[in-house]
């Protein structure tokens, strides 16, 4: 069964919107999905509307494009990911990415300062998620939260300053779809 969650800036996930597609056998091109997320910038203002907006709109593009399973670079042996750009724009706040992590790799914890939306489309992999914990000494503390294993079709959207850091599981490169709400978001 596949999942839709969201996290927030405190670290903690809730099941998000409904995760099957309406209609599951008709194919959902990459340039429609582009012209929808650009109405939908232009109507919603706030990133849990936009979220909720997008994130079936990410999983019709996830589960009626089959190019997606075969669209992405293998990861490189000392980097331990790849990313294969699907639409970056310059000035228009939008990164369409595939990411690639290999077998044991453990990301950095991350920050990227905007909403996104990751679907899972081979592999598994662990998101540790994280939340402020501000003390004198160290006002931007973080603190891990808990964890979320993310399996084939699962779908995770996360707010502007949600920390997460990336764990593939398993013997097998995970490959993801990452939409994110602002440019030439880099990964690590």
Same mark, same amino acid.
């Given at each position: @069964? ?29 340039? %429609?999905? !582009?012209?929808? !997320?650009? *109405? ?5 203002? *706030?990133?849990?509307? %936009? ?5 079936? !709109?990410?999983?019709?593009? !996830? ?27 310059? *000035? ?5 990415? @595939? ?13 990227? *300062? ?14 540790? =998620? ?14 891990? %939260? ?32 990452? =939409?994110?709400?602002?440019? @030439?978001?880099?990964?690590?």
């Amino acid at each position: @069964m596949n999942h839709n969650w969201l996290v927030t800036d405190d670290g903690q996930y809730h099941p998000f919107g409904h995760p099957h597609v309406s209609e599951p056998g008709q194919y959902y091109r990459l340039y %429609r999905f !582009l012209t929808d !997320l650009e *109405d939908i910038l232009a109507t919603f203002h *706030d990133d849990i509307s %936009r979220l909720e907006a997008i994130t079936p !709109l990410v999983r019709k593009l !996830l589960t009626s494009s089959y190019w997606l399973r075969t669209t992405y670079q293998l990861p490189h042996p000392d980097q331990g990911w790849a990313t294969h750009s699907l639409y970056q724009e310059q *000035d228009f706040p939008l990164t369409l990415h @595939m990411v690639c992590w290999r077998p044991g790799y453990q990301a950095k914890l991350q920050t990227h *300062d905007t909403w996104g939306i990751l679907a899972l489309v081979s592999g598994q992999d662990c998101h540790e =998620l994280w939340h402020h914990s501000p003390q004198a000494q160290s006002p931007q503390a973080l603190e891990p %939260r808990q964890d979320l294993l993310l399996n084939p079709g699962d779908v995770l959207a996360f707010t502007r300053h949600s920390s997460h850091r990336v764990g593939p599981q398993g013997e097998v490169p995970t490959v993801a779809l990452g =939409l994110y709400g602002a440019p @030439m978001i880099t990964m690590g």
